[in-house]
């Protein structure tokens, strides 16, 4: 055969193939998606699921007593440790393996799986169990109908008590997940602790690189899927100059007045709405006294995105903002007794991430929301699930069940009516199990 026939040949064979994949005989890999309401469907359907469902049922008084149990044990920021150790022991209580409080306070329990029985990938269900509240706090709980009323009572005490029942119902109606499932309460997620728990258990716990899938269990709300996290990036800036007279060193640099002028300059900043990109100039103080030019004061900066690029830009933004205006004061006044300068401290940063529509994680738990007669509101917010996220790990935020409201107020409340809760718990149940595989 010529080199011209061969040509050819190939070709015609090439062109053969295409007709072939457009009629439908592409490979097996090309075939539809999975079918994850179908899969959701058959699940919720089994004997075992409603076994379950009658425990959650049946234990849902033991289930709010838990509820208020930990909601009266103080968890402020970064002192956590007494209802984390109160939580180890309710993990412990319920059978879970390998129960231990990591070196960051972490506290987490193994329920094995048939195919790794215990050794790992795991799939994570966590919530957290600080609060947003200061030491002396009231946390005593108030009932009024079917409402419950403490600080911290929805964010997140309620879903710490949702994994305890988790557990019970899946013992109960023997239920066996192929894959192993951890179980934690973590630290750091509130404010300043900016996600210190879940940073740990994926960065430096036994645990780092174990983990394949990650639901962080969050509010409240079944119908909600965090499947994006909003990233931020905090400063506190302080502003120094060398102070003096309000009358006799007047004429003398202020840092009052750089700190002013980047509050006005980053205001004329104009950020994308998609994604949406948000900055806030939200907390200040310093001086001497009424009549003294201040030798310091301070000023911290919020900025949030939904996408990593954003934020490093914004970031570039207002240091640049920062930059212009300290040499713009130290140019409009005397600097005789000294100049202007700024110290820009980072005092939160959490990555932007987002879990893909087409990962399995996303796709069940939005059939398990539907299957419950509930409708799938996916979003962006900034929770645990950041951590993940940002590792390219799939994870999404989801709520324990039932309806709330005032989150990081003092008169935050949950609603326990058993129809309405029982049914919102049922769809992180079957999320959980749809992603763990059963047997």
Do not use: C
Request: charge should be neutral.
């Amino acid at each position: 055969m010529t080199n011209t026939l061969r040509r050819s040949a190939s070709l015609i064979a090439f062109a053969a193939a295409l007709v072939a994949s457009s009629a439908g005989l592409a490979p097996a890999w090309a075939a539809a998606k999975t079918d994850h309401a179908g899969t959701v469907r058959k699940l919720v359907g089994s004997p075992a699921f409603k076994k379950a469902a009658q425990k959650l049922d049946a234990d849902f008084d033991r289930t709010i007593a838990d509820v208020i149990t930990l909601t009266e044990i103080p968890a402020p920021p970064f002192k956590e440790e007494a209802r984390a150790k109160a939580y180890l022991e309710m993990l412990k209580a319920h059978g879970l393996s390998d129960v231990t409080m990591d070196a960051e306070g972490n506290v987490m329990g193994v329920r094995p799986g048939t195919a790794t029985k215990g050794k790992g990938p795991f799939v994570v269900i966590a919530a957290h169990l600080d609060t947003v509240f200061p030491e002396g706090t009231d946390v005593k709980v108030r009932r009024e109908g079917t409402k419950l009323m403490a600080p911290g009572i929805g964010d997140d005490t309620r879903s710490l008590a949702t994994l305890l029942a988790y557990v019970r119902a899946m013992d109960a109606a023997g239920i066996k997940t192929r894959s192993d499932i951890l179980f934690v309460g973590n630290v750091g997620e509130e404010g300043p602790g900016d996600l210190r728990g879940v940073r740990y258990l994926f960065n430096k716990s036994a645990y780092k690189g174990r983990i394949t899938a990650f639901f962080s269990m969050d509010g409240s709300d079944p119908s909600r899927i965090v499947d994006a996290g909003t990233g931020s990036k905090r400063y506190h800036v302080t502003f120094k100059g060398p102070g003096g007279h309000s009358y006799g060193a007047f004429g003398t640099v202020n840092p009052m007045t750089a700190m002013a002028k980047s509050v006005v300059d980053l205001y004329a900043v104009e950020t994308p709405k998609d994604p949406k990109t948000t900055y806030s100039a939200s907390v200040t103080g310093g001086g001497t006294s009424v009549n003294s030019i201040p030798h310091e004061v301070f000023m911290e900066f919020d900025m949030r995105s939904e996408s990593a690029e954003e934020l490093a830009k914004l970031d570039k933004t207002l240091i640049g903002i920062l930059d212009s205006a300290v040499a713009t004061e130290n140019a409009a006044r005397s600097t005789r007794f000294g100049k202007i300068s700024y110290d820009p401290r980072v005092i939160g940063e959490r990555p932007a991430g987002k879990t893909p529509a087409e990962q399995a994680i996303v796709g069940l738990t939005a059939a398990a929301v539907t299957a419950f007669g509930f409708k799938p509101e996916h979003g962006a917010s900034s929770t645990d699930s950041n951590i993940p996220m940002s590792l390219g790990i799939p994870a999404v935020t989801i709520g324990s069940g039932g309806k709330a409201g005032r989150a990081h107020a003092l008169d935050e409340w949950i609603d326990i009516e058993k129809g309405e809760s029982l049914k919102g718990m049922q769809v992180g149940l079957a999320a959980l199990l749809a992603v763990a595989g059963v047997d």
